[in-house]
Structures are given as C-alpha cells and as structure tokens.
C-alpha cells in the first residue's frame, strides 16, 4: 500500500545516502538497513500470507507434520508406528488421515522420499550400487535394487547410466 510503499522509499534513500558516505562503519549501516528492508519485508508477507491461507482440517495438519517428520527421519525410520506415535495418534489413523488428506498411503510417500534420496546419491558416480544401498539402510544392495526396480521401472545402474 502506499504507506508501506513510502516506508521502503525512505529505507532505499537512506541507503544511498549512506553509500557515498566513506566512514569505517558505513558497510555495517548499510547491512543494518538491509536487514531492516528484509524484516519489513518478511512481516508484510506472513500477514499476507497468513490471510490467505485457508483453515486446514486435521488430516491436513497430520499430513503436513507427518512430511515434515518424514523429511527428517526417512532413511533411518520405515515403520508407520513410529510417525504415528511421534504424532500422537494410532498407525491405523495415521494411515487413513493421509490417505485421505492426499490420495496417496504413508507407505507411497516414504517410497517416494527414498526414490528422491537414491536419484541424488546415483548422481554421485564416486559412490558404487552398495554404498547407496547402505547410505539409505537398505539391508543388502540387491532388496535395494529391488526395491528401486519396482518404483522406477529400471535397476539402480540403468538409471544412472541414463543421466
């Protein structure tokens, strides 16, 4: 609006004001600024944004911590139990709430995150087959392969062949 608008109006000029000036802390002034600009910023954003998201129903919240969980635990972790009782509520429910909230199960969204983490890992041509097998607590590199496979449509070394 136009009161935010002179607001970072006058934040710019007093950067450049103090551009042309050459004390010892001019470079730390103009930081502060900067950091200034970036919190006016970030406020006028979330308030936005917080307007416009809508109201999430409880599947969708589970949804949401249940990814956010998995991004944190997905290698080490396999067991729907153990999202479940980080999220306070039985696998079972768990497991109908995303479903329902996403269309996909638990079990596909954990494939997923380990077909993403194997994609990047295949990248690195130093690493062998085993090596990504082990990284991603596959207990052999063939149930990887497998594994893999069926996702994918193509084995491991095929896929990395093809990039």
Same mark, same amino acid.
């Given at each position: &609006? /136009?009161? +935010?608008?002179?607001?970072?109006?006058?934040?710019?000029?007093?950067?450049?004001?103090? %551009?042309?000036?050459?004390? @010892?802390?001019?470079?730390?002034?103009?930081?502060?600024?900067?950091?200034?600009? $970036?919190?006016?910023?970030? &406020?006028?954003t *979330?308030? #936005? *944004?917080?307007?416009?998201? @809508?109201?999430?129903?409880?599947?969708?919240?589970?949804?949401?911590?249940?990814?956010?969980?998995l991004?944190?635990?997905?290698?080490? /972790?396999? +067991? !729907? %139990?153990?999202? %479940? /009782?980080?999220?306070h509520?039985?696998?079972?429910?768990?497991?109908? %709430?995303?479903?329902? =909230?996403?269309?996909?199960? =638990?079990?596909?969204? $954990? =494939?997923?995150? $380990?077909? !993403? /983490?194997?994609?990047?890992?295949?990248? &690195?041509? #130093?690493?062998?087959? =085993?090596?990504?097998?082990?990284? $991603?607590?596959?207990?052999?590199?063939?149930?990887?392969?497998?594994?893999?496979? *069926?996702?994918?449509? +193509?084995?491991?070394?095929?896929?990395?062949?093809?990039?």
């Amino acid at each position: &609006d /136009e009161l +935010q608008h002179l607001k970072f109006l006058n934040y710019f000029q007093l950067i450049e004001q103090k %551009a042309v000036d050459a004390a @010892p802390h001019t470079p730390d002034i103009i930081r502060s600024f900067i950091y200034i600009l $970036l919190n006016e910023l970030d &406020d006028i954003t *979330s308030s #936005q *944004s917080m307007a416009q998201v @809508p109201a999430m129903n409880r599947n969708e919240l589970l949804l949401l911590e249940f990814k956010t969980l998995l991004t944190k635990y997905f290698i080490e /972790e396999r +067991q !729907l %139990a153990f999202f %479940a /009782e980080k999220l306070h509520v039985t696998p079972k429910y768990l497991s109908a %709430a995303i479903k329902e =909230a996403s269309g996909k199960t =638990a079990g596909d969204w $954990l =494939a997923d995150m $380990l077909i !993403l /983490e194997a994609k990047v890992l295949l990248l &690195d041509k #130093q690493l062998t087959i =085993a090596q990504i097998a082990y990284q $991603l607590k596959f207990t052999d590199p063939s149930h990887f392969g497998k594994f893999f496979k *069926s996702q994918t449509g +193509q084995s491991p070394l095929m896929y990395r062949n093809q990039i």
